[in-house]
């Protein structure tokens, strides 16, 4: 599913009223009962029962209205909460206000500071009323970009209080007001809402970090056409389960030797655990073949781990990498289709030497992952001298180091931190895409496109994860996938199948159980073979 920046979702609005000559009165109207839709799917009728909105002074406040609107002929209680002065609204959302009051639906203005002190008062008392179906969150649309003050503030910490200790079912507008629809920033606080309904298309914030805030998201056809969405060329997208339509079916005749060989050059004294995740990713992705690039006497470790791969050992290279070894490991890539390196390698100055070689010699593509990560940003005038296609798999940490900044930097704006690493790389020679792990994963191509993943959980939060990611996308990178897909459908598989174990046990689980999963991920989107017995 393609995503939308904020300004981005501003002009496919406009190109919708001013060029194609939908009305913007027709776009709102279709967002407020679309929302109401989805407000009853996901939390029961509301024909009873009060709903309270909250309207801010924008068009985001005017969906609200539609709401109010909506749910009133539903047979529902709306009552509006206006933060400013309704009278001052425009177009639209005045064209609203004003039928609001012909209607004589109830609402009142927090204007000041007195009225917020009674305002969770109010709305229980409105409970008492008629049951509370819902507060509806219509403050702040997608175009936030400042810290929340004054009574905007009072107002979503007041919603988050009836949520969380009154248990007031909140729906959000658009974006959870407070949330920056680019980045997924919180703006000094943010409504945490159970249902958030989204318009036309979702928003970087809704994935980023914003998943405690968002609860589930919806989305609502406000009536863009699909003409104006594809003449906006947009470059984002969200990885969701429509991903696995990129995977393959293979051929009746296919053969180890057509899915691939992958060289890892992974593990040191004392992490040689590393590699074999990678390689247990590898594998478990479907790759034909894996062999283990490795210090000469950490050999009998992978000779006995891992039956179905193979082993390079190493001579010169004695519990780590070594330079030395540089001739032997470029032969043994002639042949192959691809590399990981870096899991577990240490940043020994020889070792260094040679990920250096290799990074800026090699032709070959590679997954550059953990410590080889570290070396490159120890040495950050080769970052630029890739000599073949290139993913890199930082985490925050990592990230930071390669960009000389801070990982509150790089959390601030993930997506941003993700292409500036593309930039300093350069973009007109082989293809480079980076992968910033983390919730809400990022992935960006040095040719312009990026992804937000929608898969994982905290549960992944232990050690040896990242290890499995670099095997799983080294091997789907052997078996023909572009250094792009590879990329993506990595990252998301790697989460469904940690999603799935989340499901039996939030957390505790194994990355190597990650691994052992990924055939069963990858058999519901590629089903078994039917082919028919012979007679």
Known sequence: MQLALAAQMRELDRRTIEEIGIPGMVLMENA????????????????????????????????GLVIARTVHGLGAFPFVFFILDPEQ???????????????????????????????IDTVLTLNRIHPMHSLVDALFGTGLTREVS??????????????????????????????????????????????????GL??????????????????VDIGIPPKVVAQMKLEGALLDH???????????????????????????????????????????????????????????????????SMSLPLPASRGRFSVEDHGLIESAVQGKDGMVVGPGIGTEE?????????????????????????????HPEMLGQPAGPRILTPHPGEMARLLGCTIGEVQTDRLAAARRLNEIIGTAGPPVVTVLKGAGTVIAAGSGEWAINTSGNPGM????????????????????YDPWQAACLGVYLHGLAADRLAAEHPY??????????????????IPPSTKERPC
């Open 150 to 199: 004054g009574p905007f503030l009072d107002v979503i910490n007041c919603i988050n209080i009836l949520h969380e200790r009154h248990r007031l079912p909140v729906v959000s507008v658009d974006i959870p007001s407070g949330l920056d629809s680019d980045t997924g920033a919180i703006h000094g606080a943010a409504v945490q809402a159970d249902l958030t309904v989204t318009y």
């Open 32 to 63: 407020g009962r679309g929302t109401v839709d989805l407000m009853e799917g996901f939390l029961g009728p509301v024909k009873g029962k009060t709903v309270c909105i909250f309207a801010g002074p924008g068009n985001n406040g005017g969906d």
């Open 350 to 378: 020889t070792t260094a030497q040679l990920i250096l070689r290799l990074y800026t010699q090699n032709s070959c593509a590679q997954v550059i992952d953990a410590d080889a990560l570290n070396i490159l940003a120890a």
């Open 242 to 308: 429509d991903l696995g339509s990129l995977l393959r079916h293979r051929a009746t005749a296919a053969h180890k030797g057509a899915n691939g060989h992958l060289l890892i050059l992974a593990g040191s004294l004392g992490k040689t655990g590393a590699a074999l995740l990678c390689g247990q990713g590898a594998l478990r992705s479907g790759t034909g073949l894996v062999t283990f690039a490795v210090p000469g006497d950490l050999n009998p470790i992978f000779e006995t781990a891992i039956a179905e």
């Open 89 to 119: 609204l425009q177009r639209d959302a005045a064209l609203n206000f004003a039928i609001l009051k012909r209607l004589h639906l109830p609402f009142q203005i927090l204007d000041y500071s007195e009225k917020m002190l009674t305002l």
């Open 202 to 219: 979702p928003k970087p914030g809704h994935a980023h970090h914003g998943g405690p805030c968002v609860g589930r998201l919806e989305r």
């Open 508 to 525: 505790g689980y194994a990355a190597s159980e990650v691994a052992q999963l990924l055939p069963k991920i990858i058999g519901t989107f």
């Open 461 to 480: 939060g232990t050690g040896g994860m990242g290890d499995v990611l670099a095997g799983i996308i080294g091997g789907l990178l052997v078996q023909g």
